[in-house]
């Protein structure tokens, strides 16, 4: 079975109608924020999507082959806090600070494999060296 969770309402709408229509896996809806989620929530899943959207991740990866019972995680951090488009506040913007609660759940549940994305503009505020940092830390297994 998948997770996905999403706080938007259309998004999750859409998501529900995507699984209805086996276009991507089934699996249970989550329109709480991250902020909210707990390791006991996400328990028991296969997969886990984060910021689902619309359901992107799920489907390149069926795309690509790879089965549904695999342990995946994926999660598409909000970007506007580091896109040009957006208001470039960086790490300043609430929404900037949201990869801190999906690597809260990391580091407690311990994934087998974790994707992500994020702008090319988020570099030049460190996003990257941030997550590749924490990352490490989480994957070692203690």
């Known amino acids: 079975m998948t997770y996905y969770n999403e706080w938007d309402k259309f998004a999750c709408a859409w998501l529900r109608e995507l699984i209805a229509e086996g276009l991507i896996p089934k699996g249970d809806v989550d329109d709480r924020?991250?902020?909210?989620?707990?390791?006991?929530?996400?328990?028991?899943?296969?997969?886990?999507?984060?910021?689902?959207?619309?359901?992107?991740?799920?489907?390149?990866?069926?795309?690509?082959?790879?089965?549904?019972?695999?342990g995946v995680w994926t999660g598409s951090c909000p970007c506007p806090s580091f896109s040009s488009a957006g208001k470039g506040k960086g790490f300043a913007d609430p929404r900037g600070r949201l990869w801190e609660e999906f690597y809260r759940l990391i580091k407690v549940c311990?994934?087998?494999?974790?994707?992500?994305?994020?702008?090319?503009?988020?570099?030049?505020?460190?996003?990257?060296?941030?997550?590749s940092s924490e990352i490490g830390r989480a994957s070692c297994r203690e």
């Open 110 to 131: 311990k994934p087998d494999r974790v994707f992500g994305e994020q702008v090319a503009s988020a570099v030049g505020y460190g996003w990257l060296d941030v997550v």
């Open 33 to 70: 924020s991250i902020c909210d989620v707990t390791p006991g929530d996400v328990s028991g899943y296969d997969q886990c999507h984060f910021f689902a959207g619309i359901g992107g991740f799920p489907l390149a990866l069926r795309y690509a082959g790879v089965p549904e019972l695999q």
